[in-house]
């Protein structure tokens, strides 16, 4: 609510220099003014004069800037025997007003790091807090009292705004008067291998075996130090900033390997195969997210070899070498990589946290890998999962897979689930009319991999009560590695005991099994309920990209997409197709064209077909 305050006061009291002056009334920053000017001092250059001085009052009664006041009207105005009286109208112009301000700021490097003091704003207005005009001898006051070097500020461009803000009667903020060089950074420190990392780099599944093995006194792997950067900068204080040196991390070498003196070379201590882990933080770039590692732990484990043509349970945490073809109702679960040299029938399981990688035919069975799981040879009636890349070779039918991108040679009949990409050379037509269906997006992929690790675990779960129930539960879950032969002595004599004669070795090597396997199957647990949590975290944070899928040959047989709640069916066509969606999450479909390559043999093949009607003629 506004209050209105009505005063009248003798002009005595008010204006002691004039007698005929009179404020009338005050209403908040407007003032009426009754004046009377003598007939003898009624000229236009006097009266301009009592005006001045009317400003010049109400600024000292008032306490407000003389500057600000200003003459609204003049009202009521006659002709009397005391001279012109009139009644004037003042009024307060409003204005910017405050204390001017400099604020130091840091800048971010390409990779993210903030460097302090790089910038200078200053805010600065029309009337300072003493109600002054703002000078410029002020506004260098400042500057110099934020520490900023004169000689990085762009004087030119402060005197044109302090120009523009007296004329204007304004104000300005966040101008940027100074702004430091910030420096060069300098090559980040990078690893160089002697072993393959990445199955995708290798001409094949054999090559990539081959090159996972190393022999005792291999380098595994050398570091290249970080290098500094070669120009420095300047904050604005015009202090020098030496350039930044490039990220760096620190190389580890455990179990199996050794790391020389100078931290820079990692040998192999035993053959076996090299496993690296990465401790990685996320950064935040110009460029946007990135990950870099903090620490790489880089170790030797021992291949497991194990033959294909006998029937085997196990749980591991080394690496997995399977000669021959597994045998149905096989079962192999591992810490580390799974290598199968020949194929694998129905009714195999195998569940790997790294790699899996089969050579020859897949006649069924469920395959699972937290990573990558890779296909030589043709695949039927399989069950697989992968939390990375799934790369089939050759023909895969029947068959259910998993996978963030998954890249088929050719495929018919089978439904293909994927967290962002798929590609396909070829489509074929199933004898038996079954479709291939293809869905895409990560909310489900995540989905689907979560309910996977929940039925490892109840399977898990249901083993280690099995392996409760023969051994005891209380001895078990004491067990420690260097107790597995006692407890199974003890057990062997138990089972004398109550009357079982002749124990083979056969047997004898199945209870050791199912001893050493109890922790590594405990620590599976941990590690897919952690993966879980994971996953759960992930579907929650990350939203559905645009997905793509990729036919790159001409389609056999009709294959059915499905993206959320959209779906499309792309239809035989002589071209390869490309699938995507737009922002509304409706699919798009687009023509292929062939590649030079597909374009010369057609030719090539027209060619020949020409040539063969003009022989028979």
């Not at 007939?39 to 109400?58: F, T, V």
């Not at 779906?567 to 922002?583: F, N």
């Amino acid at each position: 609510m506004t209050t209105t305050v009505e005063k009248s006061i003798s002009a005595k009291a008010l204006l002691p220099f004039e007698e005929t002056m009179k404020v009338v009334s005050q209403v908040d920053n407007l003032w009426k003014i009754h004046v009377t000017f003598p007939p003898e001092k009624a000229s236009q250059q006097h009266i301009i004069g009592r005006l001045r001085d009317i400003k010049a009052a109400l600024s000292r009664k008032y306490t407000v800037p003389a500057v600000l006041l200003e003459f609204r009207d003049l009202i009521d105005k006659k002709t009397t025997i005391q001279g012109i009286e009139a009644t004037v109208i003042v009024g307060l112009r409003e204005v910017p007003q405050g204390k001017p301000e400099v604020r130091l700021r840091p800048l971010e490097t390409a990779r993210g790091e903030l460097i302090p003091d790089m910038i200078a704003e200053l805010d600065f207005y029309y009337l300072d807090e003493f109600d002054h005009p703002i000078s410029m001898k002020r506004l260098l006051l400042e500057i110099e009292k934020a520490g900023v070097d004169l000689e990085m500020c762009d004087l030119k461009l402060l005197e044109q705004h302090f120009k523009k803000v007296t004329n204007d009667n304004s104000y300005v903020k966040k101008l940027e008067i100074a702004r430091g060089e910030l420096p060069s950074i300098g090559e980040d420190a990078e690893l160089e291998y002697a072993f393959f990392t990445d199955p995708n780099l290798a001409e094949d599944i054999s090559e990539y075996r081959t090159g996972r093995k190393v022999q005792e006194r291999d380098i595994l792997c050398q570091k290249i130090p970080p290098k500094n950067g070669k120009q420095p900068g300047r904050d604005v204080h015009g202090e020098i900033i030496p350039p930044i040196q490039g990220l760096d991390f620190e190389l580890v070498a455990d179990e199996g390997a050794k790391l020389s003196l100078d931290g820079t070379t990692v040998v192999a201590l035993r053959d076996g195969s090299p496993h690296m882990e990465r401790i990685i933080k996320k950064i935040y770039t110009l460029a946007g997210e990135k990950v870099v590692p903090v620490k790489i732990e880089v170790s030797v484990k021992t291949i497991i070899a194990l033959r294909g043509d006998e029937v085997m349970d196990i749980v591991l945490q080394e690496p997995v070498e399977i000669f021959g073809d597994l045998r149905e109702g096989s079962s192999v679960s591992t810490d580390g990589e799974i290598f199968v040299t020949g194929g694998v029938q129905k009714g195999t399981k195998l569940n790997a946290r790294d790699n899996v990688l089969i050579s020859g035919l897949v006649e069924g069975g469920e395959i699972n890998s937290e990573k990558n799981v890779f296909f030589n040879d043709d695949v039927h009636d399989a069950r697989i999962s992968a939390g990375e890349l799934i790369n089939v070779k050759g023909l895969i039918s029947n068959s259910d897979i998993s996978g963030r991108d998954v890249i088929l040679e050719e495929v018919e009949g089978s439904t293909i689930q994927a967290g962002r990409k798929v590609t396909i050379q070829k489509v074929k037509s199933s004898s038996d009319g079954r479709r291939t269906k293809i869905k895409v997006g990560r909310q489900d992929f995540y989905s689907r991999r979560m309910e996977l690790n929940k039925q490892d675990i109840t399977t898990i779960e249901a083993n280690l009560d099995q392996i409760r129930r023969i051994f005891g539960g209380d001895v078990i879950e004491q067990l420690n590695e260097g107790q597995y032969h006692h407890v199974l002595v003890q057990h062997i004599k138990k089972l004398s005991r109550t009357g079982v004669r002749q124990i083979d070795n056969k047997t004898i090597e199945s209870y050791r099994r199912l001893l050493e396997s109890f922790r590594p199957m405990r620590k599976v647990i941990d590690e897919k309920s952690e993966e879980i949590k994971h996953l759960r975290v992930r579907s929650k944070k990350e939203k559905d990209s645009r997905p793509i899928i990729i036919f790159r040959e001409k389609m056999q047989a009709p294959v059915d997409i499905v993206s959320g709640d959209k779906k499309t069916t792309v239809e035989t066509s002589d071209t390869g197709k490309a699938v995507t969606t737009d922002k509304d999450g409706n699919f798009k479909q687009y023509d292929m064209k062939p590649s030079s390559k597909q374009k010369q043999r057609e030719n090539e093949l027209e060619e020949a077909v020409e040539s063969l009607k003009e022989d028979n003629s």
